[in-house]
């Protein structure tokens, strides 16, 4: 998976960065959001609680995405700032448990 940044826009009045950017991952599927928040988050050099990403599309026929993230200045500005669901979508999934 690799990831390249297309347009990185300060939005000033909502105290973040808006980011497009693009995915290569020929050969296999859509990689899935936590995985591209990480890797994003070491390409921008930022914490991954600061980076919440909005958007995957996948382009029909080719092994790329491109996507939608957005970039705060600290983990208390994206809590006050940001969607509840959003933040949701951002949370580890907990494994499900069996009954013994």
Not at 5 to 32: A, C, M, W, Y
Not at 67 to 72: H, P, T
Not at 80 to 98: A, F, G, N, W, Y
């Amino acid at each position: 998976m690799k990831i390249s940044i297309e347009n990185k826009v300060d939005n000033q009045l909502l105290h973040r960065q808006d980011i497009r950017f693009q995915i290569e991952h020929s050969g296999s599927s859509t990689p899935n959001r936590l995985a591209v928040r990480a890797k994003l988050a070491a390409l921008l050099n930022c914490q991954e609680d600061q980076l919440f990403i909005i958007e995957l599309a996948g382009v029909f026929g080719r092994g790329s995405t491109r996507g939608y993230a957005r970039l705060y200045p600290s983990k208390e500005v994206a809590l006050v700032k940001e969607d509840k669901h959003i933040l949701k979508r951002h949370e580890p999934k907990e494994e499900e448990s069996t009954p013994s």
